[in-house]
DNA sequence: CAAAGGGATTGAAAGGTTTCACAAACCTGG
DNA sequence: CCAGGTTTGTGAAACCTTTCAATCCCTTTG
């Protein structure tokens, strides 16, 4: 039952040979590996120590070709070092987990030819799907990749057909909390800080924060916009350093951050020019990341539900392939205003 | 030229079907695919337009069984969530790329059972190399499959033998740094805050502090342990809680964290106490996360060199596949004293 | 005691690609 | 116009597993 290491590996053990080594015929040795109770305990005794002996590893891509799909899931993230994904991840692998498959991922990094690249070598492994947070959700390559038979599920954004299923959070509903707290709380001077431009989510965000100054009584003009680039920490610095620079008469006495970490450059700016949180600006962020609690000020923020949004996600992409006729769902998740120091006067 | 996409889809196409449609052998195909200089531009032209038409998409399975291996890496990260490995990961995925590569991520999230599974998996799919920050680096089953035959190397830790490729950062240098940076400043009761015992990294990192303490002529109590659990920022906040706690006479004046979220933890703490950071307390945190330069005390660090640490892993692995007659490689990166506001009175 | 039934095992086919030795067609220059 | 070389294209084998109908052997039943 020993065995030698050393030289050169003569070649790595198939089924075949540990049928050899067992005395069994090969289909024996498959039974023993997918229907054991199909197997006489003796036989199967003789395989697996055969097995053993020979370090046997089974070889996923003929399995794969046999049966025409993997076991694999992937996730195509936008960013990989945005704790909000790796959340969304993280919700995901429990769906996988429980359903003994693996989740892979794959990180965009916002580059389109990045994810165009993943993709491609995801349809080639045939991954039983893909769950994707995308640089655009209108492409058409991924509804390509839906007609050509790997299901595609949507994550956190909302594409324009109704080609693949999709999970999202309400961005307008998220925007209208946030402000109307901020309202609450005695501002009627609001800065939106977030390139409402360019992303979609951001737009939503925004036109939420409009609708609860609309609620309130208060016109458009009460939201006063400081348009960044990205949604960096370094976005958030210089942002605050333009909203130091207004005359008090218009500065803002409260900010709406498009995310967390605009958030967190803005309260930076803030300790760098003694501006004091909450007390001289009230600030909300967006996300709720792990740091939006653990700032110096603890900030206000909206939960977006991440790790269900994953979970979800990926148990829609098991149902696709499961049931036997499938309606692409479009699940909207409703976030909620988590209240911090960062508000509280 | 134009394509029915009514009906339940016949099966996907394969090069058989390509070769049909394209009135070409198989091998043509499969030339126009992998030599495409060895066909002539009439022959290619025809095959590739049968492939457009019949929405072919390579099977990586096949190619794989027929090839032996994968043009896959895998980096099974110890904690997806924590920013320093997706950076780690990131620099991977820039070697990847160069290689012609996919680089998929597995999350093993600190736990044993779920790194077994992804490994499990990943040799199973005879992924070309395994990257990996084990949860425990002395793990037999990382031999095994080294032996095995799938290339493993091991990133941030530094494994007992020499069975693997391994890279890693000083810690005990690293420590050395920050604690020396503390003295200079005029400190010499620090506090030590991190889970020693059990990690043998921050066991590394304290040790330098107690050699940079030598090194000055202070003694191992000028040294305050405050021992956590873990490495969160919750672990940070209680820490900083317990050192609020100590009499005045006692209290350090500095603290070596043993991570930036411990030290943003801290630092929280700090500011809900009152206490100034650098003025009545000065905090060193490890591994200049983005989140250390953007807490609102912009916070001094000791950085890794994390995408480089990443890219020369997965270079090391590429050269182990690459190489005919391979020697195992340790690389050790030195790392570097970040200063900033939390530190400079 | 024969036949039926059932559990265990077998053998061969199939799955899609790559590779490689080989055949066919074409070209060069003598 | 042919020998020899080059360029294109071909066909079959191999990679390793799974599946399924067929076989075998043993037990049970009538």
Same mark, same amino acid.
């Given at each position: 039952?020993?065995?030698q290491q050393?030289?050169?590996?003569?070649?790595?053990?198939g089924?075949?040979d540990?049928a050899a080594?067992a005395?069994?015929? #090969?289909?024996?040795v498959s039974?023993?590996l997918?229907?054991?109770?199909?197997v006489?305990?003796?036989?199967?005794?003789? !395989?697996?120590?055969a097995?053993a002996e020979?370090?046997?590893?089974r070889?996923?891509s003929?399995r794969?070709?046999r049966?025409?799909?993997?076991r !694999?899931l %992937?996730?195509?993230?936008?960013?990989g070092?945005?704790?909000?994904?790796t =959340?969304?991840?993280a919700?995901?692998e429990d769906a996988?987990?429980? *359903?003994d #498959?693996s989740l892979?991922?794959c990180?965009s %990094?916002?580059?389109?030819s990045?994810e165009e690249a993943y #993709?491609g070598r995801?349809e080639q492994q045939?991954v039983q799907?893909?769950? &994707?947070?995308?640089?655009d959700?209108d492409a058409p390559l991924?509804r390509?990749?839906a007609?050509?038979?790997t299901?595609?599920?949507v994550?956190?954004?909302?594409p324009?057909?109704?080609e693949?299923?999709?999970?999202?959070v309400d961005?307008?509903y998220?925007g209208e909390i946030?402000v109307?707290?901020? &309202?609450? +709380?005695?501002h =009627?001077?609001i800065?939106?800080i977030?390139?409402?431009?360019?992303?979609?989510q951001v737009?939503?965000?925004? +036109? *939420?924060?409009?609708?609860?100054?609309?609620?309130?009584?208060?016109g458009? =003009?009460?939201l006063?916009?400081?348009?960044t680039?990205?949604?960096?920490?370094a976005? *958030?610095?210089?942002?605050?350093?333009?909203?130091? *620079?207004l $005359?008090a008469?218009?500065r $803002?006495t409260a900010?709406?951050?498009a995310n967390?970490?605009?958030a967190?450059?803005l309260?930076?700016?803030?300790?760098?020019?003694?501006?004091?949180?909450?007390?001289?600006?009230?600030i909300?962020g967006?996300?709720? &990341?792990?740091?939006a609690?653990?700032a110096?000020?603890p900030l206000?923020?909206?939960? +977006?539900p991440?790790?269900?949004?994953?979970?979800t996600a990926?148990?829609l992409l098991?149902a696709?392939t499961?049931?036997t006729?499938?309606?692409?769902? +479009?699940?909207v998740?409703?976030?909620?205003?988590v209240?911090?120091t960062?508000?509280l006067?």
């Amino acid at each position: 039952m020993t065995v030698q290491q050393s030289g050169a590996e003569p070649r790595a053990a198939g089924m075949k040979d540990v049928a050899a080594a067992a005395g069994v015929s #090969l289909g024996t040795v498959s039974n023993v590996l997918n229907r054991p109770d199909r197997v006489s305990p003796a036989t199967r005794a003789k !395989v697996e120590a055969a097995m053993a002996e020979l370090r046997f590893v089974r070889n996923e891509s003929a399995r794969q070709l046999r049966a025409g799909r993997s076991r !694999v899931l %992937a996730y195509v993230m936008l960013d990989g070092s945005n704790p909000f994904f790796t =959340d969304v991840a993280a919700g995901m692998e429990d769906a996988a987990d429980e *359903g003994d #498959l693996s989740l892979f991922l794959c990180n965009s %990094a916002h580059q389109p030819s990045r994810e165009e690249a993943y #993709l491609g070598r995801l349809e080639q492994q045939r991954v039983q799907g893909i769950l &994707i947070t995308p640089v655009d959700p209108d492409a058409p390559l991924l509804r390509e990749i839906a007609r050509r038979g790997t299901p595609v599920v949507v994550v956190d954004r909302t594409p324009d057909g109704t080609e693949h299923c999709s999970v999202a959070v309400d961005d307008v509903y998220g925007g209208e909390i946030a402000v109307r707290h901020l &309202i609450e +709380q005695g501002h =009627d001077r609001i800065a939106f800080i977030g390139n409402h431009t360019t992303v979609g989510q951001v737009r939503d965000r925004r +036109q *939420g924060a409009l609708r609860a100054l609309q609620a309130a009584g208060l016109g458009p =003009d009460h939201l006063v916009d400081l348009t960044t680039t990205a949604l960096t920490v370094a976005d *958030g610095r210089g942002a605050g350093e333009r909203l130091a *620079g207004l $005359p008090a008469a218009i500065r $803002p006495t409260a900010a709406f951050c498009a995310n967390d970490l605009v958030a967190l450059g803005l309260l930076q700016t803030c300790a760098t020019l003694r501006m004091r949180v909450p007390e001289d600006l009230a600030i909300v962020g967006y996300d709720d &990341i792990e740091f939006a609690a653990a700032a110096a000020v603890p900030l206000t923020s909206v939960r +977006q539900p991440r790790r269900r949004l994953g979970r979800t996600a990926a148990e829609l992409l098991l149902a696709e392939t499961t049931e036997t006729s499938h309606e692409h769902r +479009q699940v909207v998740f409703t976030p909620e205003l988590v209240v911090r120091t960062s508000t509280l006067r």
